[in-house]
């Protein structure tokens, strides 16, 4: 039910950064857990970083250390900072918003990291 829109995908170089934005539209953002999922071609889509409505965070192991996602109640917007990013990162990342039980995905924005 919530219409997720990402930015900020793009090219970039081994041991280059990314920042990804995720604008939600809709009230209760603030009610929202929020997520970053990618999928690498001939891949499944796994987890890349979650926060919920109190900014408690969780990490797939492949990214921590890397990888920060923060939240923005006022801009209604989910951020997922890349650092150090691999080739291994490349995938289309997709924003996912969960809210009273109501799961909602983004078109989703390509990341590609050139070694």
């Known amino acids: 039910q919530v219409q997720l829109v990402e930015s900020g995908g793009g090219l970039v170089q081994d041991g280059g950064s990314l920042r990804l934005s995720c604008e939600a539209s809709?009230?209760?953002?603030?009610?929202?857990?929020m997520a970053w999922y990618r999928q690498a071609p001939g891949k499944q889509r796994d987890l890349v970083a979650s926060?919920?409505?109190?900014?408690?965070?969780n990490y797939a192991d492949s990214v921590k250390g890397r990888f920060t996602i923060s939240r923005d109640n006022a801009k209604n917007t989910v951020y997922l900072q890349m650092n150090s990013l691999k080739p291994e990162d490349t995938a289309v990342y997709y924003c996912?918003?969960?809210?009273?039980?109501?799961?909602?995905w983004g078109k989703g924005t390509l990341v590609t990291v050139s070694s």
């Open positions: 926060i919920d409505s109190v900014s408690r965070t």
């Open positions: 996912n918003a969960y809210r009273f039980g109501v799961s909602s």
């Open positions: 809709g009230s209760f953002f603030s009610f929202t857990s």
